[in-house]
């Protein structure tokens, strides 16, 4: 790696200012696990790596009435190991718990996963049917995007020079709601999605009618996919293997995959069935409190 | 050109000071710099699990760390698990079940395996797997590996 500067501020208005000073030569540094090997191979370039683990707003986990506000820089396991937040988010702890290795989850962050913007991290579908938004702050102050519209390309997200994720905000889960994660991958660790689902469902009081339902896939398409006419079809409809699979189906049709080293076109339309599927049913069990 | 960084830090619980470039990581420094070569190189990027220290409690690939995010942490390594009184149970434990061939992998292994066992030495096979999962191994077929911390399990809570 060529020589860098390292800083590590301790407040957000420092970290602001150190950033909009070096526009796209800084780079934020959380849990390192995707900046370090990217600017070690190349594929990066930065003059200055801002450690974003010593401000407080970026580290902090805040669960109330308003939801989860989570700091961009919180490592996957203090997520997990959060027992209200892992009983409030069990579909986001899905995720959290199987990011690479246990090495990589003591660094790795929720945010990171999110501002690498890889087609496949695998927190970002959970994140987006859960309703996240994206807090950023920069040179012009605040300002708040959904989660489905953070990431525009793989590897580049919304942004601008100067500009700093802090947190992740989910909204309280509603009553009766179930969330869940799942990926394919051909072993069983430590490997990138081939597809990957997050199906959120919130079932009216009596558990059997979908009131809404929303569905995110990962890795076939250059971005995570809200796939709204696969959620927006279970929407009204009583808890049924017809209406699930006509969800799963819709979710295949939204997914935009390519052929490459990790599956073909073919197969990840399949698996983005049978995912959403699996998640669904799944999500339904743990609005029921069955899971 | 960014000059050197003094990062104080403590390695297996002693005070360790050195000086790096902040591009250096944590692997690095302890080999390079500070002269500890128990923790190996691997990968580089995090795949192989071979350069695992501990950092502030938690297992982490020192090669993801840069040396100067050590400042005034713990840092926890190969060369801290053994103690005046012989090696430790794990160590024990691979040496015994043959568990190691050309040992490059072996000191992440055993820094890994230690965490686990450290908080739950009852761990399964399944478990054991699992947590172990991020820590390549090329020769052995890591049946021998899980065995041996099993043993080291059962050593542990003897």
Do not use: H, S
């Given at each position: 790696m060529r020589a860098i500067d390292y800083t590590a501020p301790t407040s957000l208005s420092e970290a602001v200012s150190i950033m909009a000073a070096h526009g796209?030569?800084?780079?934020?540094?959380?849990?390192?696990?995707?900046?370090?090997?990217?600017?070690?191979?190349?594929?990066?370039?930065?003059?200055?790596?801002?450690?974003?683990?010593?401000?407080?707003?970026?580290?902090?986990?805040?669960?109330?009435?308003?939801?989860?506000?989570?700091?961009?820089?919180?490592?996957?396991?203090?997520?997990?190991?959060?027992?209200?937040?892992?009983?409030a988010y069990p579909g986001l702890i899905d995720a959290a718990s199987l990011i690479g290795s246990i090495q990589i989850q003591g660094r790795a962050s929720i945010g990171g996963n999110l501002c690498n913007a890889a087609p496949s991290g695998d927190s970002i579908p959970p994140v987006i049917t859960l309703g996240g938004e994206a807090h950023i702050n920069g040179p012009n102050g605040w300002r708040t995007v959904a989660a489905e519209d953070f990431c525009t390309g793989p590897g580049r997200n919304v942004l601008q020079d100067g500009e700093l994720l802090v947190a992740i905000q989910l909204p309280a889960p509603a009553a009766n709601s179930g969330t869940a994660y799942l990926r394919f991958i051909p072993r069983n660790e430590m490997d990138i999605a081939v597809a990957g689902v997050s199906s959120t469902v919130t079932l009216d009081a009596s558990g059997q009618t979908i009131q809404s339902a929303r569905i995110a896939l990962a890795s076939v398409g250059p971005t995570p996919i809200l796939a709204t006419a696969a959620g927006d079809s279970l929407a009204g409809q009583a808890v049924s293997d017809e209406a699930i699979a006509e969800a799963g189906r819709l979710a295949s049709e939204a997914a935009t995959p390519i052929t490459d080293m990790r599956g073909t076109i073919r197969q990840r339309h399949h698996l983005v069935d049978v995912l959403t599927r699996r998640t669904l049913n799944i999500a339904i069990r743990r609005a029921r409190g069955e899971e | 050109m960014p000059g050197l960084v003094h990062v104080t830090t403590t390695i297996n619980g002693n005070q360790a000071d050195f000086l790096c470039e902040p591009r250096q990581s944590l692997l690095e420094c302890l080999r390079d710099v500070v002269g500890m070569t128990g923790t190996k190189e691997g990968c580089n990027d995090g795949n192989c699990g071979a350069c695992t220290v501990k950092l502030d409690g938690r297992i982490v690939t020192s090669c993801l760390v840069l040396g100067v995010e050590a400042q005034g942490g713990e840092v926890d390594t190969i060369e801290g698990v053994a103690s005046a009184e012989g090696l430790h149970p794990v160590q024990q434990a691979f040496l015994e079940n043959a568990a190691l061939q050309c040992g490059i992998c072996t000191p992440g292994f055993i820094v890994a395996a230690k965490d686990l066992l450290e908080t739950e030495p009852d761990a399964d096979e399944a478990r054991i797997r699992h947590w172990l999962a991020g820590n390549l191994c090329r020769c052995t077929g890591y049946d021998k590996i899980v065995r041996a911390v099993i043993d080291a399990g059962e050593r542990m809570q003897a």
């Open positions: 796209d030569r800084a780079r934020p540094l959380a849990g390192g696990t995707d900046v370090l090997v990217q600017l070690r191979g190349g594929r990066r370039e930065a003059d200055v790596l801002l450690d974003t683990k010593k401000i407080p707003e970026l580290n902090g986990i805040k669960l109330d009435d308003n939801g989860l506000q989570l700091g961009a820089a919180v490592a996957c396991y203090q997520v997990y190991q959060n027992e209200a937040v892992a009983a | -």
